[in-house]
């Protein structure tokens, strides 16, 4: 019997599943070199078939917020199987996550429980266009929103990195009736939705990027596309699979609402937190509907929809668009999703995640850019809270096509000298890096170190 190293591994798994991984940016098809297996995941490190160490930026592609494994995550876990793996009836975890999603996102006054991103955004879409009884919907070049149908067109995530943004599989006739439009161009959403009247029944974006690279929109872009839904009658959904509870507790929603608050006349420099978050309440920035998974299922999987009571409640078994899941609100997803949510209200720290989040995304951030700046390589790197990315280009990056201006090549380059030191990022130019808590302390300095040496001798 071969030692189980990630060759002989990976060598087995290319013989049974397609490409050898279950989700295609695993391959490192776009960086080069086969991928490692991975045994083992805590705090910020991966620990990999062959031993070896990681210091992770991937993250689980988002969830592990608290790091992998988490003690307390664990242990929700372990308490929850004690009980059953999956009843297949309404449970009393599931209104717990219903209550706790509820109270973090002002926004959404009823929620569904299902089983991926993926199904969270295709629900969505089903139910706006039930709704508002139109089929087109408008979605954003190298916005991802997991791989339905109407979903997989100029799409970013794996489907870039491989070079398949529009996927086989997809009719023409289901494709003709998504439109899809440039990231943070107003002008040209208010050009579509004049020259569709009557006929769109969403748009769904990911309101800060993570599946081009991570993008940020532009001042005023988000309450744009707010305000221009509003006026034609169709629903605004937020993607917020991955930015949900992990740059703010609202998600996106939540940072423009605490800007708005920070901006309003009423809110003087002077102003309190408590006063900014009474202001916040009053101002609400509310899309219609929001997606939402990972990290609400503390690394089990999971995905959730929720928004306006009256939108919901088109839902079967109350109203005509049917959604439904065998595993939806599975209590062993439910525990550790609640277990996370907790634990950003209270880590035990003292301090909120989200603060110390930032530091290390700009930690992270300051060092790349001084070490690309020493080596005269131009590179954009946008940073939130703890999410990232390194585009090597010297064009602002806000959308697709600038994107597309980074050098995936040197990319690659970087990715494979990071890896070969002990550093995972995302394998892919077009994918966003995410940091965790278990971060803080020797990973984030001994990572910035490593990242600046494999800059260094590019
Ligand atoms: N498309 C996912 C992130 N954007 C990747 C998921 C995975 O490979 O696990």
Redesign the pocket.
């Known amino acids: 019997m071969p030692a189980l190293t990630s060759d002989t591994l990976f060598t087995r798994a290319l013989q049974l599943i397609p490409g050898g991984?279950n989700?295609?940016?695993?391959a490192f098809r776009s960086v080069g070199g086969a991928p490692f297996l991975v045994k083992a995941a805590r705090g910020a490190t991966l620990v990999t078939a062959d031993d070896r160490e990681l210091i992770d930026f991937v993250c689980?592609?988002g969830p592990a917020i608290h790091g992998h494994n988490h003690p307390v995550i664990k242990a929700a876990i372990a308490a929850a199987l004690e009980n059953g793996t999956s009843f297949g009836t309404p449970n009393p975890s599931e209104v717990e996550m219903a209550e706790l999603i509820t109270r973090f996102v002002p926004s959404i006054q009823k929620v569904r429980m299902c089983n991926s991103g993926t199904e969270a955004t295709m629900s969505a879409i089903r139910l706006a266009r039930g709704f508002t009884q139109r089929d087109k919907i408008i979605k954003f070049a190298g916005c991802?929103h997991g791989h339905s149908d109407s979903l997989l067109i100029k799409a970013?995530?794996?489907a870039l990195t491989h070079g398949h943004p529009d996927s086989a599989g997809v009719p023409a006739s289901f494709a003709r009736e998504t439109i899809v439009l440039p990231y943070n161009d107003a002008a040209s959403l208010d050009a579509a939705f004049t020259a569709n009247p009557g006929q769109i029944a969403c748009v769904i974006l990911e309101p800060y990027c993570?599946?081009v690279g991570f993008i940020m929109p532009d001042a005023g872009y988000l309450a744009a596309v707010r305000a221009v839904t509003a006026q034609h009658g169709a629903l605004l959904i937020f993607d917020e699979v991955?930015t949900g509870f992990r740059l703010h507790k609202a998600g996106v929603q939540g940072l423009l609402n605490e800007e708005l608050a920070a901006t309003h006349p009423a809110a003087s420099s002077s102003a309190s937190g408590s006063e900014l978050s009474a202001l916040n309440a009053q101002l609400p920035f509310a899309p219609d509907l929001t997606c939402l998974g990972k990290i609400i299922g503390g690394g089990l999987p999971v995905g959730a929809f929720g928004g306006r009571s009256d939108i919901m409640d088109y839902l079967a078994p109350l109203g005509p668009v049917y959604q439904a899941g065998t595993l939806s609100g599975n209590p062993l997803a439910m525990a550790a999703g609640i277990a996370a949510l907790r634990l950003l209200e209270d880590d035990g720290s003292g301090t909120s995640p989200y603060t110390r989040l930032d530091r290390l995304g700009r930690q992270l951030r300051d060092a790349v850019l001084a070490a690309t700046r020493a080596k005269g390589i131009p590179a954009q790197v946008p940073q939130c809270g703890s999410m990232f990315s390194i585009f090597f280009t010297a064009t602002p990056v806000r959308d697709y096509a600038t994107a597309l201006t980074g050098d995936a090549k040197l990319f690659a380059r970087f990715f494979r000298a990071c890896l070969a030191r002990g550093v995972y990022l995302a394998p892919s130019a077009y994918?966003a890096g995410f940091i965790s808590t278990a971060h803080e302390g020797p990973a984030i300095d001994r990572a910035c170190e490593i990242m600046s040496q494999a800059i260094a001798e590019l």
Do not use: L
Not at 23 to 26: A, C, E, Q
């Open positions: 991984v989700s295609p940016v695993r689980t592609w991802y970013g995530s794996g993570g599946n991955m994918e």
